[in-house]
């Protein structure tokens, strides 16, 4: 499996993977308006996406890296930036994708100087919320928040070594 950039022409391939994902695990429901976001995510330049290949270069997984001022309102300031939209194919999951994307978006962040990391999670997204863990992320519980009435966000923190 090879994590990288992901390129421009897959973009529309990387917003139907997020969605398929996440309506296989049951946090997209049908007629979600939430699904063209996902869709959209990366599209606009604003954000780093990352992909994780198979061998035969079919894409598995994606995350996306999100700097400020562009991320959402969980990210409060030029030292942090936000991991979204983390999604691996229902087929591959188990596999360490997820492990293997999560390692990429903190690597691409520290490369940017970024000193916290932060994500919003939904509370059902029990796997994910083992892979952030082990990734080292914890709760943050002041900073959930929910987006639209009746969607409640957990969110989670990482705090990044320096750069010397």
Not at 42 to 57: H, K, N, S, W
Not at 80 to 109: C, F, H, T, W, Y
Not at 142 to 164: C, F, M
């Amino acid at each position: 499996m090879q994590i990288r950039d992901a390129q421009p022409g897959e973009l529309a391939e990387i917003g139907e993977l997020r969605v398929a994902a996440y309506r296989s695990g049951g946090f997209l429901p049908a007629g979600s308006g939430y699904a063209q976001t996902l869709r959209a995510l990366g599209a606009d330049g604003r954000g780093q996406v990352l992909v994780a290949a198979a061998p035969d270069g079919t894409l598995i997984g994606t995350v996306m890296l999100q700097l400020w001022p562009q991320a959402e309102e969980i990210v409060r300031g030029p030292d942090e930036a936000e991991v979204r939209a983390l999604a691996v194919r229902p087929e591959a999951r188990g596999s360490g994708v997820g492990k293997a994307l999560m390692a990429g978006v903190i690597d691409r962040a520290a490369e940017r100087g970024v000193r916290h990391l932060v994500l919003c999670s939904q509370p059902e997204m029990a796997a994910a919320h083992r892979v952030y863990e082990d990734a080292g992320f914890t709760r943050l519980p002041e900073r959930d928040w929910s987006p639209v009435p009746q969607v409640r966000l957990l969110a989670y923190g990482l705090l990044l070594p320096e750069n010397s």
